[in-house]
Every structure is written in C-alpha cells, then in structure tokens.
C-alpha cells in the first residue's frame, strides 16, 4: 500500500542545474500538489493539479514548472536551480468527492534539496 | 484570503497528562474545513483530523479531538493521555470550498507547534 511515493529522498545541486522531482500516487486520486517546507514558515503550495490536464499556480510558483502526465504522476522541475530553493519538497494527492471529508490530502515522504 | 496562525511555537507536556495546541484562522469563506497533520521527526506529513465548518460536533479521532470554536474561528487540537510517540510537529491547515462543498483542494498552512512529551 505505498500511497504517495516521492524520488528522490535526497538530492544536491550546484546553482544553475537541473532537475526533476518525481511523484506517483496510487491511490485513483484526481488532484495532486507541490509545496516546499521551509523553517519556520510551514508548508507553501508550489503548483497544484486539480484533475489531469490541468495546472494551476499556487503561493510561490516562480523558479518552477509542472507535468501531470498522467492520472498517477506529477513532476516537478527546477530549471535553473537557485539556492533560494534549499528546501524539503512534498507531493500530495486528494480524491474529489462531493464533501471536503472526502478530500483529505494525503503527502509524500518528501524530497530534501540543497542547492549550493 | 485565508490564514492560519499556530501561536505556539513549542509545547510540552508530562505523559499521559492530555495538551491542546493552538490553532486560529481568518476566512471569508462560508464553508471551508480545517486539518490537523503531525510531523515526526522523520520528515512525514501524517493526516490526524478533520474538521468541516457545518460540521455540528466536534470532531474526535481516537485520543485526538479538535474544539472547533466558529465564532471565536479557532480549531484547536486537543491531544488525551500523550505518549513518547506524540512528540512532533503539528501543523493546522484550512481548505475553503465552494458553495456545493466540494473542495478546491489548496491546503493553507499554519507555522507549527513542536510538542514534546516528557517521560
């Protein structure tokens, strides 16, 4: 039963690099989101998924880019890493019922970035 | 705009005595929901609670329950006979919704409280 399976745990990155973030959830849910956790501000929505085919911004989108390429899988990349980014990055996935009980995001273990 | 304020920013407690952590949000939204999620030291996010704003009880989910207090727009988590294994971080989060009730599905956090249970 894995849920939201995040890759990778852990990555360095040199300014100016490239990456992508890789998200998977196998729970048949409709939405998907990116935050980024830093200390002592909580967690912040990146981009977000409301159904596939669809992307939306969320609270501190700029630096990023997003891909729902399918039901399941939603990445997220960091074209020109800066060292603003140093983060932990978190993917999560909700169902749409008809009722906020329904929606309950469930999250990642997360992705720890630093970039130098 | 929605915000959530977590004014603790730690709290301890001796175990098995029970600890509430604070939690007050601002909307203008008519229906929204508010989240507990615990944060153990190993870095996941781990739903405890829900809360709907039309829900008419309280809700409770084991030893957790949360006093949702609408007028005063406060969603407190309380915590019963606290455990080693309580010590983390507890974030408050608040999702609005439309007037149907379903959700747009944004999470806004709060900043956290840090609980340690004392042996």
């Known amino acids: 039963n894995a849920g939201v399976t995040q890759t990778p745990k852990f990555q360095v990155l040199k300014t100016g690099q490239s990456m992508t973030l890789q998200c998977a959830q196998d729970?048949?849910?409709?939405?998907m989101y990116w935050y980024r956790q830093d200390p002592g501000m909580g967690l912040r929505l990146i981009y977000y998924?409301?159904?596939?085919?669809?992307?939306d911004k969320g609270e501190v989108p700029n630096g990023y880019n997003v891909s729902r390429l399918n039901k399941r899988e939603f990445s997220l990349r960091l074209e020109s890493a800066a060292p603003s980014q140093t983060s932990v990055y978190f993917c999560?996935?909700?169902?749409?019922?008809?009722?906020?009980?329904?929606?309950?995001?469930?999250f990642g273990a997360g992705t720890r970035l630093s970039v130098l | 705009a929605q915000k959530i304020t977590q004014t603790q920013p730690g709290m301890f407690v001796q175990e098995k005595e029970a600890v509430t952590l604070d939690c007050t949000y601002d909307?203008?939204?008519?229906?929204?929901?508010l989240f507990w999620y615990k944060q153990p030291s190993s870095g996941e996010m781990i739903f405890l609670i829900y809360q709907g704003s039309y829900d008419q009880q309280n809700a409770t989910e084991g030893r957790y329950s949360l006093n949702f207090q609408k007028a005063r727009k406060s969603a407190n988590l309380v915590i019963s006979a606290s455990q080693l294994g309580d010590s983390a971080m507890y974030f408050c989060a608040m999702r609005r919704a439309n007037a149907g009730g379903t959700s747009y599905g944004k999470l806004t956090f709060g900043q956290g409280t840090i609980l340690t249970v004392h042996p």
């Open positions: 909307t203008s939204d008519p229906s929204y929901g």
């Open positions: 999560a996935s909700s169902g749409a019922g008809p009722t906020l009980a329904k929606n309950i995001q469930y």
């Open positions: 998924s409301a159904s596939e085919g669809t992307t």
């Open positions: 729970m048949n849910h409709n939405s």
